[in-house]
């Protein structure tokens, strides 16, 4: 089975050491997990310039998924990575399974940050960023509210944080694409910031989401780590165990109709089954048939399988990226123009080739053992 494969995107003023907690319980529960920094934040904060905007950081993503051939992703966004989160599943819906809201905003498509928070928040803003004489903008909320926790330790978190580029609060998600996940959202309801009531209502009363709470201060990242994993994992998980089971569907429904198109004998239908670069070994004699002659030989009649019986059941099968492998049993009855007939019972290795959205045979090999 595929590793499962989390994405964990920060909130504003933050870092990908935000998610380090929470990252490392998910690991040791066997989670492929990313938790990247955007840009101009914390280690990348040289990176920040009056053009950064939400389609940077949203690009930053994205780059993670394509980079790493990501697939069936687990993303997540807290707080403003919310919104980011909503744009790189519109950039990539080939590659995000689920998409998971942890306490953050839900844009639609041309909304920015400042649309959803109001006119008040972008003059503030721009005033407080000015008065900082610069184009980011210094945190704010209190850490002591925000993380539940006393002043000292709410100091030394604050510490860590990093003015954040205003530009992305104000420019508008990019969210034209289709999208195709799952979407689940996490509320936290301790001390709740008003903001994120519309979103969380939204999913509470909509069949299209699930739909957690947590008795958690906003920044349940820190505050609950081990609870924010547990749902995580058990989201990531139960997602690579339904799409394994469907992977697993899929190459045995391409390895069963390969043989009903021998039985049919019908080339139109075993051309589409066979991969462009298809060939059948003989183990025993050593001969390999290539895909135009074996074709031809099946549409000819020159051998008619009457019959082919197989075990899904028992059947192994390894899918690895776009490569797969079906090792089974078979038995046949073989049928021969002078009237003659075979029953031969086989092990089989087939190997299939991902081939947009289903599977193609690309080498078959038998040896007969009884």
Known sequence: MAASVCVLVHGGWHGGWHWDDVATRLRASGVRVFAPTLRGLAERAAEASESTCLADHVADVVRVLDDNDLRDVVLVGHSYGGAVVT???????????????????????????????????????????RAAGTYLLPPAFAMAGVLGVGPAEAAAHEARLSPHPLGTMLDPVDASGALAAERTYIRCTRNPLGMFDVFARRARESKDWRYYELPSPHDAVYAMPAVVAGILEHL????TRASAAAERGAVLAADR???????????AALDRALAPSFAIVDVAAGGVTERAEFVAMVGSGGVRFAAIETDPATARVRIHGVTATVIGRTAMRLQFPDGAALDVQSRYTHVFERAGDGWQLASAQGTQIR
Not at 112 to 124: M, V, W
Not at 236 to 239: P, R
């Open 87 to 129: 744009g790189a599943a519109h950039r990539r819906p080939d590659r995000v399974a689920q998409l998971v809201y942890l306490d953050a905003f839900v844009p639609e498509h041309g909304q920015s940050l400042a649309d959803l928070l109001g006119p008040q928040f972008a003059a503030n803003a721009r005033e407080r960023a």
């Open 236 to 239: 990531a998980c139960g997602k």
């Open 257 to 267: 109709a390969f043989f009903d198109a021998l039985i049919a004998g019908d080339a």
